[in-house]
């Protein structure tokens, strides 16, 4: 085998098509343009987002329509009614089964997350609860809960319940940041400000002025005891 022997193998080089070289090429007269149009010219390209001339989506959103605070409390909404309504029907548990908390000098019926949340009024456990005031109670309960509206404890209250609210982790850490707030206290800095004590410097400036008038009168001694010292040695 010689070198003008060497050729690719079968298959793996294929010849670019050239376009534009006449009809019986197959790509000749249009070059597989189409006929005229937008993309049929020389450099006549569509950016992606062109809708044809129409309005855009970023023109058609609506814009600058208010935020979402960063603290923001995502709550689990039911209301109060429902609550009681579950309770009547004995769907929290074995206390209604057995009939002691439908009575009104029964134990109230005990509502926290977990007891709703397999009741079906809650979708999770994780997020926090908030009880509304809408509907009737008709059933002593004790609600355990997040956050509560105004109507909703007094209607819970009215029946023979009561509410107690549970105070949130993060809450209470940053109730306990005040306290660790001890800043005004380390700002004695304007103890520290005695500076108008150490502004003695006017004091240094009068050194400088009594050496100047010691300068001015010893320099007239020395120049009468210059003087004298001459004849002495004549």
Not at 29 to 39: E, H, M, P, S, V
Not at 49 to 62: C, D, I
Not at 171 to 194: I, Y
Request: glycine share 12%; aromatic share 4%; charged share 30%.
């Amino acid at each position: 085998m010689k070198l003008h022997d060497l050729k690719p193998a079968p298959g793996s080089r294929k010849e670019r098509t050239r376009v534009g070289r006449g009809i019986a090429a197959g790509k000749g007269k249009t070059a597989g343009r189409g006929t005229k149009g937008q993309k049929a010219r020389a450099g006549g390209s569509i950016p992606a987002w062109f809708e044809g001339g129409q309005t855009p989506l970023q023109m058609r959103v609506p814009k600058l329509r208010g935020f979402k605070p960063r603290d923001r409390v995502e709550y689990q909404v039911v209301n109060v009614g429902r609550i009681s309504a579950y309770a009547a029907a004995g769907r929290f548990g074995v206390e209604l089964e057995s009939g002691g908390s439908r009575d009104a000098g029964g134990d109230p019926v005990t509502v926290n997350v977990e007891v709703l949340r397999r009741a079906g009024l809650v979708s999770s456990e994780r997020k926090p609860v908030k009880v509304l005031g809408s509907g009737d109670v008709t059933e002593k309960l004790f609600v355990a809960t997040d956050a509560v509206t105004r109507s909703a404890r007094q209607k819970i209250e009215a029946a023979g319940g009561f509410v107690q609210l549970l105070a949130p982790e993060k809450k209470a850490a940053t109730d306990a940041e005040p306290q660790t707030d001890a800043e005004p206290r380390t700002d004695a800095e304007p103890r520290t400000d005695a500076e108008p004590q150490t502004d003695a410097e006017p004091q240094t400036d009068a050194k400088p002025e009594i050496d100047h008038e010691g300068d001015t009168t010893t320099a007239p001694e020395g120049r009468a005891g210059a003087p004298d010292a001459e004849p002495a040695d004549l």
